[in-house]
C-alpha cells in the first residue's frame, strides 16, 4: 500500500562544529518521503519555487516517490538554516526564509486521496487539518509537529489531535504539551486528548510508543559519529509508516517492527549531511542494522 505525506520541502543550510553545508535538500517531507520509500509507494505533497534544483526532483524521482502533488510556484524554496553545538544536540535556527511556503495550501491531487496511510509531517497545524478534510480513504493518520506550532497554534494543535490516530513528539515537546516532566505521565495525558498511539522520541535515546498493546521501549542505533541529526526524526517517523503500508497483518503486530526499521533509517540520516547518506543506503544495509537492533536488545 503507499504513503501519502504533506510537509515542508525546503533548502537547508545546515552549519556544524566541523564545516558548513548550504543549500542542501531538507525539509520534513523530503526527509520522511525518502525514508518511508524504502518500503512502499510513496505520494509526496509540498511547495518548492522556480529555484529549486532539477537535481532534487531526480532525487525524488530516483527514490520513485510521486511528485503529481508538489506544487512549484513562481518565487523562492523555503529556506531553512541551523547551527549545531559541539555536542550535535543543541540546534539553533539562524534564519527561516519562508519564500512560498507562506502562502502554501497543500492539495491532494484525486488519486492521492484514497491513500490508505497517511503522515502530516512538521507543518503549521491548519494546514494538517486541511489535508485531513480532502482524504478519505485513509487507514492510518499519523501526525508530527515541532515546538513553534505549540507556541503559536496550539489550539489548532489541539483539534488535529481528535482527527489523528498517531502522534509523534520528542520529549520537550511532550513536556511543554502536557507540564510532565515525568515521560509515563505525559504519554498518558496526550493519550486524553484523543491519538490511540502517541510516540514520544528521545533523539539518541531512541523513543517509546505508547498503544492499546501498552508501552514498546525502541532503541536507537548505536553510532559512534554524527555528522548532521536534522530530519532524524522525520526519517524515523517516514520509515516507520513506509514500513507500516509494506507490511501484512494487523497494524499493533507491525508497530514495533516498524519503529525499528524507522530508528534505522534515522541512524542513516545522522551519518550525512541533509539526504546525502540516506538516499545512498540499500535494502540490505536497513536489514544488517535491524539484525543487530535486535541482537542488542534480546535478552
Ligand atoms: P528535525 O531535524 O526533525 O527537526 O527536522 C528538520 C527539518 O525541518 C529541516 O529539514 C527543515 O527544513 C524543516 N523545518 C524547519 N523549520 C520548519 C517549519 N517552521 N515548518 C516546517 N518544516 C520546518
Known sequence: MSVLIVGSTALDSIKTPKTENPRLLGGSASH????????????????????????????YR???IDLAGLQIKPGKTFHWSGEYELNMNNRRTL??????FETFSPELP?????????????IAPALQHHVLDQSSGAKFVVADT?????NIALGDLIKL??????????DSEAQQLTKEDNVFNALKKIHQMGPKYVIIKQGSHGSILSGPKGLFICPAYPLKQVVDPTGAGDSFVGGMMGYLASARGSLD????????????VASFCCEGFGVNRTTKVKRADIAKRVKELEQLTRF
Not at 111 to 122: D, E, H, I, S
Not at 146 to 150: G, H, K, Q
Not at 161 to 169: P, Y
Not at 253 to 264: D, K, P, Q
Open 253 to 264: 503486530a507491525n508497530l514495533r517492527r516498524a519503529m525499528i526499521h524507522g530508528s534505522v
Open 161 to 170: 489531535l481528535k482527527r489523528v490516530d498517531g502522534f509523534v513528539l520528542n
Open 32 to 59: 520522511a518521503a525518502v525514508a518511508a520509500s524504502f518500503f512502499s509507494p510513496v505520494n509526496m505533497v509540498g511547495v518548492v519555487g522556480e529555484d529549486f534544483p532539477k537535481e532534487y526532483l531526480k532525487l
Open 95 to 100: 534564519l527561516t526564509e519562508l519564500g512560498v
Open 110 to 122: 484525486k488519486a492521492y486521496q484514497r491513500t490508505p496511510f497517511v503522515l502530516l509531517a512538521n
Open 62 to 64: 530516483k527514490h520513485g
Open 146 to 150: 515541532m515546538d513553534l506550532w505549540l
